[in-house]
């Protein structure tokens, strides 16, 4: 999506506060002015909704790794733990398993991440075309 040319498109509609916002400030204090509100959307140009969707891709191919990788080092640590026993071997699951553990907090936090920043991508687009 062109940001710009929506913009564009849509400038001829920040006439409107040259009008409100003068008339306004004869009845109250107003501390918006037109350069205000134009200042703010012109400070939209420029943006790329295609690489941050393809950021979004690339966060969504990380979490299916992550998500591979966390299931197989799962899996290892309960074939491992079956075969063990004794003391140390205690010690050795505690440490692997805190360790899928992590690993199972990070794929989650690359998720919230992906989840995010999708969302994120959606909302600008709805909000630039509206």
């Known amino acids: 999506m062109n940001v710009d040319a929506v913009l564009d498109s849509g400038a001829h509609g920040l006439r409107y506060f040259d009008e409100f916002l003068s008339r306004a400030a004869r009845i109250a204090d107003v501390d918006v002015t037109p350069a205000h509100v134009r200042a703010a ?3 939209q140009r420029g943006l790329d909704l295609l690489a941050l969707a393809a950021d979004v891709e690339s966060l969504g191919r990380s979490l299916a790794i992550a998500t591979e990788q966390w299931a197989e080092q799962q899996a290892r640590v309960q074939a491992l733990e079956s075969a063990w026993s004794g003391i140390a071997a205690g010690a050795a699951r ?10 199972e907090r990070d794929r989650d936090d690359i998720g919230a991440a992906h989840s995010a920043m999708g969302e994120s991508v959606r909302s600008l687009e709805s909000v630039i075309a509206d």
């Open 41 to 43: 959307y012109d400070q």
């Open 94 to 103: 505690n440490t692997l398993r805190e360790h899928v553990d992590r690993a």
